[in-house]
C-alpha cells in the first residue's frame, strides 16, 4: 500500500503541460481580491529594508534621502520574534495514561515529533516565521512529503505574495504562493527544463536573470507552474491527504482578514522622522544665523581667543533662532504612540516605568 501511495504521488501529473485554465483563473481572483492587503505589505517590507522613500517620496530628498533616526518598526519586530519564536513543548498523549504502556508510547510519540521538528529546522524557521506573523498578521505552514526518509517536512513560506481561501471551519481549501526565482537556481530543481527556463522559444536567452513561480495546493493536488513561459508546469503530485496540507496561523483581530501589528505605526514613524529632520535644519539654521554687532565694530575678529572692543553693552552675537517648547513635547508625544500602537512597552528598552524601577545598568 506505501508503495502505491508513494508511485501514485510522484512527480509527473500534468509535469511539462499548462496549467488548467480553471486553476489559473482561481488564482487570478485570488490575487485580485487581495490587492489592498499586497500594497499594506509592501509599504511594512520597504519600512523594514529602510527604504523610506519609496513610500513617502514627496518628504525625502537626495540631501535627506532616508530616515535620521532609528527604524523603530524594524527594532520592535525583530525584538518581539525573538520572544514568540522559540517551539513549545511537544507532549503527546496515549490512551487514558494510566498505564505504563500509555506512557511509552506517548514518549514514542514524542520522540517522532521532535525528529520531525529537527529534519524540518523548524526552530530555525520560527525565527523567521515569527517575525512575517507578527509583521504581516499571518503565517502559511505546509507539509510535504519526504519519500526517501519517508516522512513529512514542514515549511514555512513569506506571507508576501501569498493567497488562499478557507471554508467555514477555517481550514484552507485553496492555497498559492507566488516569488522570484533565479533562473540558474530554479534550472539545479529542475534541470529537464534548462533550455525553456533558459531561452525563449527562438532559442535566446532571457534579458531578465530573475522569473516568476507559482506553487498551487488544493485538497488534491501540489503543483508548481511558470507563468513567464506559457504557465509551463513544472512539477505536481497528487498529496493523498483527506485535506490540504496547509495552515494558515492568522493574527487575532475583529476580522478574518489579515492585518500587521505595525500598519497602523509606519505614519508615525514618518512623522517622528520629520520632526527630526525639521529639529536637524533648526539646529543649522540657529548655528548659521546672521551676526548682529554694534556700529563701532569695523572688524569681527574669528577664533576662540579673539579679542573684540565695543561700547555697545549688548556686545555682538547672533540672531537669536526661538524653537517654540510644543516641538519637543510633540516629539515626544510621537515616540510614545510609536510603543503603544507597536504594542512594545518603553520598558523593554530600558526606560523607567512610573514608580518603579527597570535595573537598567545593574
Not at 71 to 89: C, E, G, H, I, M
Not at 100 to 119: F, P, Q, S
Amino acid at each position: 500500500m506505501r508503495q502505491e501511495i508513494a508511485r501514485k504521488a510522484q512527480p509527473g501529473y500534468s509535469a511539462g503541460m499548462r496549467v488548467d485554465p480553471r486553476i489559473q483563473a482561481c488564482v487570478d481572483r485570488m490575487r485580485q481580491r487581495a490587492v489592498d492587503r499586497d500594497g499594506a505589505m509592501q509599504r511594512v517590507l520597504a519600512i523594514r529594508r529602510g527604504r523610506f522613500a519609496e513610500v513617502w517620496p514627496d518628504y525625502f530628498s537626495d540631501r535627506i534621502p532616508t530616515s535620521i533616526v532609528a527604524n523603530y518598526v524594524d527594532v520592535t519586530a525583530r525584538d518581539l520574534a525573538a520572544s514568540v519564536a522559540p517551539l513549545p513543548t511537544l507532549a503527546c498523549s496515549a490512551g487514558a495514561m494510566n498505564s505504563d504502556a500509555d506512557v511509552r508510547r506517548a514518549e514514542r510519540k514524542n520522540r517522532i515529533g521532535t525528529y520531525y521538528w529537527r529534519c524540518s529546522s523548524l526552530q530555525t524557521q520560527m525565527k523567521y516565521g515569527a517575525d512575517q506573523y507578527l509583521t504581516y498578521g499571518f503565517m502559511p505552514m505546509w507539509v510535504e512529503p519526504d519519500y526517501e526518509r519517508n516522512m513529512p517536512v514542514i515549511h514555512i513560506d513569506d506571507p508576501v505574495g501569498t493567497y488562499y481561501e478557507l471554508d467555514r471551519w477555517f481550514c484552507v481549501r485553496r492555497y498559492v504562493h507566488t516569488w522570484k526565482a533565479d533562473r540558474y537556481e530554479l534550472c539545479s530543481f529542475f534541470p529537464e527544463y534548462e533550455n525553456r527556463i533558459l531561452r525563449d522559444e527562438y532559442g535566446y536567452e532571457r534579458e531578465s536573470q530573475m522569473t516568476d513561480v507559482v506553487r498551487y495546493i488544493d485538497e488534491n493536488i501540489v503543483m508548481i507552474w511558470l507563468p513567464e513561459m506559457g504557465d509551463l508546469v513544472v512539477a505536481s503530485y497528487y498529496h493523498m491527504m483527506p485535506s490540504a496540507p496547509v495552515v494558515i496561523a492568522l493574527r487575532p483581530g475583529v476580522e478574518i482578514d489579515p492585518r500587521g501589528q505595525f500598519d497602523d505605526v509606519l505614519w508615525v514613524q514618518l512623522a517622528k522622522t520629520m520632526m527630526a529632520s525639521l529639529m536637524m535644519e533648526a539646529g543649522e539654521k540657529a548655528v548659521q544665523a546672521p551676526i548682529v554687532a554694534p556700529s563701532d565694530v569695523n572688524r569681527l575678529p574669528i577664533g576662540p581667543d579673539a579679542l573684540l572692543i565695543t561700547d555697545s553693552p549688548q556686545g555682538v552675537g547672533r540672531v537669536p533662532f526661538q524653537i517654540p517648547n510644543d516641538a519637543f513635547m510633540l516629539e515626544q508625544q510621537l515616540t510614545t504612540e510609536l510603543s503603544t500602537g507597536a504594542g512594545y512597552p518603553d520598558a523593554r528598552l530600558g526606560a523607567a516605568p512610573p514608580g518603579g524601577t527597570t535595573g537598567r545598568g545593574v
